[in-house]
């Protein structure tokens, strides 16, 4: 890995993210996922969950809208292997989409 790149530019574990209306998207890099933060909508398409390829890996990251907040979002992180479950909130998609390759990347 090149110290000098951003983790989420680096190699990432193989992934998917399902969204509630019904879309796939496979390996989803940083314009899929801005592209999936912009159709999230409060009543029809309100959340998307990011899974490993490898069945046998327990973790995922999701991103859901806050129902009652101006702009918000709620990502949860899951990792059964370090024991995380965590919620944070963020505002800004940029912001959002950094964070969850990120995260993958550590996965």
């Known amino acids: 890995m090149n110290d000098s790149l951003p983790s989420w530019l680096s190699t990432r574990p193989p992934c998917y993210a399902d969204t509630e209306d019904g879309d796939y998207v496979q390996d989803p890099g940083h314009v899929e996922i801005l592209g999936m933060l912009a159709d999230l909508n409060a009543t029809t398409n309100t959340f998307f969950v990011i899974y490993p390829d490898d069945e046998d890996i327990d973790w995922s990251i999701s991103v859901h809208t806050r129902p009652g907040a101006l702009g918000g979002y709620e990502i949860e992180h899951h990792d059964a292997a370090t ?25």
């Open 83 to 107: 024991s995380e479950l965590t919620t944070t909130t963020e505002a800004d998609h940029t912001t959002i989409t950094s964070h969850l390759l990120d995260w993958i990347s550590h996965r």
